[in-house]
Nanobody, 120 residues
């Protein structure tokens, strides 16, 4: 019973910035790791940023130094600050949240996706 609502996508020129948000609601004991994925037309979905429950981030080389992931546990919200955007960043961006329930398992949920388009 977890729902994720994404916002913040749009059209921006190369070199510009966007800030994505992902708000979680529903029934869960706690949120574990969270992350942002993206999928461009004709390509596989790829991880662009991840953050642990303790706030430690992880980035692939393609976005390191340009993107910053953060989370506000009091608001159950995750953010992705994207700076120095490039045309190759154009994709649909998806929020992924992993939560703990009453048992030993971890459950994963996806947001609806938000379009990011970077023009040259």
């Amino acid at each position: 019973q977890v729902q994720l609502v994404e916002s913040g996508g749009g059209l921006v020129q190369a070199g510009g910035s966007l800030r994505l948000s992902c708000a979680a609601s529903g029934s869960f004991f706690s949120i574990n790791a969270m992350g942002w994925y993206r999928q461009a037309p004709g390509k596989q979905r790829e991880l662009v940023a991840a953050i642990t429950s303790g706030g430690s981030p992880n980035y692939p080389d393609s976005v390191k130094g340009r993107f910053t992931i953060s989370r506000d546990n009091a608001k159950n919200t995750m953010y992705l600050q994207m700076n120095s955007l490039k045309p190759e960043d154009t994709a649909v961006y998806y929020c992924n949240v992993r939560v703990a329930g009453p048992g030993p398992y971890e459950y994963g949920y996806w947001g609806q996706g938000t379009q990011v388009t970077v023009s040259s």
